[in-house]
């Protein structure tokens, strides 16, 4: 047998462990910034996070290091990691890009759109209805859910769209957001009809109307814009 083959072999469950924790240790990291958990600019050190959540210091650096990629974590030279701020001038440039991103993804999976698109369209709206329905009565207690449903919903909006980037830049764009849908579910400094929202998409798109489907989309992003002014400025 090759010698490097042989190397491979008998290291290869030592790194397929390796790697496994890493994605694990990102994986948490990253569903607690995204939650609020760890809030923003909480200094990440190695210490407080090994005794949180059991992780070594080199899978905790790797974890890390991927989350900077994904700006969900800042790091500067002899200062260590942060979880990335907030800030009204962060969504409203992020709020700029991801409605001239989406929307043309949108507008391409509606024209392209074929009887399956159909399908996961009414299928993940029937699904985050339902979810819409019970966060009205309590949304602390249904946020993950929630997110899970809306990220499908509008997933499966662009879902027929032939571009490879436009679909990558979106998912980037998409999981920035929700951090502030998040601070925006939970402070309803204003009344809000997201269900009325997403029906105003849904309906649109079956209906094939490119264009009222990218305006009532964009005007959709822009809401969560226009609430956290005012939970920022409060």
């Known amino acids: 047998m090759d010698t490097n083959m042989a190397s491979a072999l008998a290291h290869g469950p030592r790194v397929a462990s390796a790697r496994s924790l890493v994605e694990a240790a990102h994986d948490t990291i990253r569903h607690e910034i995204l939650t609020g958990s760890l809030a923003p600019e909480t200094k990440l050190r190695f210490e407080m996070l ?41 969504l409203a440039d992020l709020t700029r890009t991801r409605i001239f991103v989406e929307k043309e993804a949108l507008r391409e999976s509606i024209l392209a759109g074929d009887d399956a698109w159909e399908g996961r369209v009414v299928a993940a709206y029937h699904r985050l209805s339902k979810i819409e329905a019970k966060l009205a009565q309590g949304p602390e207690y249904q946020q993950d859910e929630f997110e899970e ?19 990558h830049l979106y998912g980037i764009l998409f999981q920035q957001s929700e951090r502030y849908r998040r601070i925006s579910l939970v402070n309803r400094v204003v009344s809000r009809d997201v269900h009325g929202e997403h029906k105003a998409i849904f309906e649109a798109a079956l209906a094939r109307d490119a264009d009222l ?18 939970v920022l400025a409060g």
């Open 149 to 167: 449903r809306n990220r499908e919903f509008h997933q499966a909006l662009i879902s027929a769209c032939p571009s490879r980037w436009l679909n």
């Open 50 to 90: 090994r005794k949180r959540y059991g992780f070594g210091a080199s899978t905790l650096r790797e974890a890390l290091t991927r989350l900077v990629g994904e700006a969900l974590v800042t790091s500067e030279e002899q200062k260590g990691f942060r979880v990335a701020p907030v800030s009204l001038e962060d």
């Open 213 to 230: 489907a990218c305006k009532v989309a964009g005007e959709h992003i822009e809401r969560t814009l226009a609430i956290m002014a005012k």
